[in-house]
């Protein structure tokens, strides 16, 4: 089995919750690190965007500028991102089993974003669990694509990667832990 699952196929906010489930299930007997994606919560915005919520610290990176109720159009803060993504690289250098990244987008197809915090993931030879927009699959598949696999929203399919890529018990972080693949 390939070391990234990439998500695809329902909308974001369901892809987030299913990541929450997931890393809620997993962490007992695995050390997780990354980002998921929550909503602002804020009325009358036309930005999606919200904050990345850091799963080792419980950190929360703004990722959207608020641009007021009403204001048209979405205007994604870098700035927050790459924190997100350096927070990520401290916890992939500290040691872990599994990297979940909220999702390859705009950011990192332009080279920002969370891409080097996939990038150290990748390096470090930890599974990644994330997920692409179709509009990103071309970028992501240049940067990634053939050490991944596309699947679908289902808990038991991901659940089947998790157990397929997963380190043995108590090799977390060494070099006997990482995937053969990579």
Request: proline residues 6%; hydrophobic residues 50%.
């Amino acid at each position: 089995m390939k070391p990234i699952a990439v998500i695809q196929g329902a909308p974001t906010s369901e892809i987030q919750a299913l990541f929450r489930s997931l890393v809620d299930r997993w962490q007992p007997a695995a050390r997780i690190v990354g980002v998921i994606a929550e909503d602002h919560g804020l009325p009358d915005r036309a930005c999606t965007a919200g904050y990345l919520r850091s799963l080792a610290k419980a950190d929360r990176f703004q990722i959207f500028q608020d641009r007021g109720p009403g204001a048209k159009g979405c205007q994604l803060w870098g700035a927050g991102a790459l924190s997100a993504s350096e927070a990520v690289q401290r916890d992939i250098a500290a040691g872990c089993d599994l990297v979940v990244l909220s999702k390859f987008g705009a950011l990192e197809r332009k080279g920002g974003g969370l891409r080097d915090a996939f990038t150290a993931a990748i390096e470090a030879g930890i599974p990644v669990l994330t997920s692409v927009a179709p509009a990103y699959i071309e970028a992501w598949g240049a940067f990634a694509g053939p050490l991944s696999v596309v699947m679908p929203l289902d808990a038991e399919a991901i659940d089947a990667w998790w157990r397929s890529v997963r380190p043995a018990a108590g090799l977390a972080g060494s070099s006997a832990a990482r995937p053969a693949q990579l």
